[in-house]
T-cell receptor
Framework: LAKTTQPISMDSYEGQEVNITCSHNNIATNDYITWYQQFPSQGPRFIIQGYKTKVTNEVASLFIPADRKSSTLSLPRVSLSDTAVYYCLADEAAGNKLTFGGGTRVLVKP | GAGVSQSPRYKVAKRGQDVALRCDPISGHVSLFWYQQALGQGPEFLTYFQNEAQLDKSGLPSDRFFAERPEGSVSTLKIQRTQQEDSAVYLC??????????????FGAGTRLSVL
């Protein structure tokens, strides 16, 4: 079973910032928080990963508070092409599989 | 190649037929994974290879499902006597399996299997 809970869907508009919060009350010490993005008819694509505090790359930012019970993926200035399903995962860094939940369907409107 | 390649992209099978799905991982990636994704749901783990060794097959739903990676590169997922409930997208992923990559997996586009 997935260790994470996230909203089923979110709507936004072009140019806005999208923040998706993921709850993971019972993750283990060895678990990393990882986000994947999936477009229709494609496989999931790695976006960002973190353990705690803040991680930023060219695509997104990930905020993980000290208690690690939740995390927030932030997508700055979204465009229509950011419409996708976003998955929050909590798995061991040295693990042998990824555990996906249902994901959050983000719809970006013009 | 530049990414994980899967073939065929689409497969239609009559119930009871056997099917074989192919995965070409990223060159040099030691680990290879198969996932099953039902419509509207997240991918679910099926099995994992490290080189040619199948180290985890706990996710395979029945003994009709069989996977192999004989030379530690290309992998084949075989489904015998297909049933309608096998209809799904089958995703293959590969990983470098180094500490710094922290289990980041690279996915192919998947094979959509429809069993009639």
């Amino acid at each position: 079973l997935a260790k994470t809970t996230q909203p089923i869907s979110m709507d936004s508009y072009e140019g806005q910032e999208v923040n998706i919060t993921c709850s993971h009350n019972n993750i283990a010490t060895n678990d990393y928080i990882t986000w994947y993005q999936q477009f229709p008819s494609q496989g999931p694509r790695f976006i960002i990963q973190g353990y705690k505090t803040k991680v930023t790359n060219e695509v997104a930012s990930l905020f993980i508070p000290a208690d690690r019970k939740s995390s927030t993926l932030s997508l700055p200035r979204v465009s229509l092409s950011d419409t996708a399903v976003y998955y929050c995962l909590a798995d061991e860094a040295a693990g042998n599989k990824l555990t996906f939940g249902g994901g959050t369907r983000v719809l970006v409107k013009p | 190649g530049a990414g994980v390649s899967q073939s065929p992209r689409y497969k239609v099978a009559k119930r009871g037929q056997d099917v074989a799905l192919r995965c070409d991982p990223i060159s040099g990636h030691v680990s290879l994974f198969w996932y099953q994704q039902a419509l509207g749901q997240g991918p679910e783990f099926l099995t994992y290879f490290q080189n040619e060794a199948q180290l985890d097959k706990s996710g395979l739903p029945s003994d009709r499902f069989f996977a192999e990676r004989p030379e530690g590169s290309v992998s084949t997922l075989k489904i015998q006597r297909t049933q309608q409930e096998d209809s799904a997208v089958y995703l293959c992923a590969s990983s470098q399996r180094q500490v710094r990559t922290k289990n980041i997996q690279y996915f192919g586009a998947g094979t959509r299997l429809s069993v009639l």
